[in-house]
T-cell receptor, first 118, second 109 residues
Framework: NAGVTQTPKFQVLKTGQSMTLQCAQD?????MYWYRQDPGMGLRLIYY???????DKGEVPNGYNVSRLNKREFSLRLESAAPSQTSVYFC?????????????????FGPGTRLTVT | AQRVTQPEKLLSVFKGAPVELKCNYS??????LFWYVQYSRQRLQLLLR??SRESIKGFTADLNKGETSFHLKKPFAQEEDSAMYYC???????????FGGGTRLMVKP
């Protein structure tokens, strides 16, 4: 199993350009997520999809759109890139599992996309 | 609103010394907390979760509801423990995590 894969690994954009970050998972998970990682701020949730056909805003959704194409794929689009969107972007997936001791929950992360907007 | 605070951006210790990475949270419901770790050039991965009460790679973390803390501890740090550590809090539905700002642990030889 490849787990969670992301493309591209690196990207440089000029201000105003658009691009789509791709994410796919082969673990049959229902939920998928997009985060951005900035120094000192940890991971902040941009958008998530609790299940196929649904998407919801996270903490920092402005400037982004998402598409849950099918159960495997969840893409993130920057329509008009800005320097403030320079960051490392992580996709993750998870499933909600019950354990004997209560809820069990783990997110599996992709390798990340390093995006620079000049 | 739920919030996770990791007060130390960087923690530097010598090999063999005890280490404690601090995590405080605010949450109105019954919290479910996790520690994730990111080693150099690797993906972010789950280290441990409070509900399992497990010890992974010598690390433990105890949930203290009175102090709203979930500090990560290891009695004897190893160089391979050097990494970025994130504390995370789940929402009630179990389908969203809120992450702290992260602490970089450096273990010196």
């Amino acid at each position: 199993n490849a787990g969670v894969t992301q493309t591209p690994k690196f990207q440089v954009l000029k201000t105003g350009q658009s691009m789509t970050l791709q994410c796919a998972q082969d673990m049959n998970h229902n939920s998928m997520y997009w985060y951005r990682q900035d120094p000192g701020m940890g991971l902040r949730l941009i958008y998530y999809s609790a299940s196929e056909g649904t998407t919801d805003k996270g903490e920092v959704p402005n400037g982004y759109n998402v598409s849950r194409l099918n159960k495997r794929e969840f893409s993130l689009r920057l329509e008009s890139a800005a320097p403030s969107q320079t960051s490392v972007y992580f996709c993750a997936s998870s499933d909600f599992r019950h354990s004997a001791s209560g809820r069990a929950y783990e997110q599996y992360f992709g390798p990340g996309t390093r995006l620079t907007v000049t | 609103a739920q919030r996770v605070t990791q007060p130390e951006k960087l923690l530097s210790v010598f090999k063999g010394a005890p280490v404690e990475l601090k995590c405080n949270y605010s949450y109105s419901g019954s919290p479910e907390l996790f520690w994730y770790v990111q080693y150099s050039r690797q993906r972010l991965q789950l280290l441990l979760r409070h509900i399992s009460r497990e010890s992974i790679k010598g690390f433990t973390a105890d949930l203290n509801k009175g102090e709203t803390s979930f500090h990560l501890k290891k009695p004897f740090a190893q160089e391979e423990d050097s990494a970025m550590y994130y504390c995370a809090l789940s929402n009630n539905a179990g389908n969203m995590l809120t992450f702290g700002g992260g602490t970089r642990l450096m273990v010196k030889p």
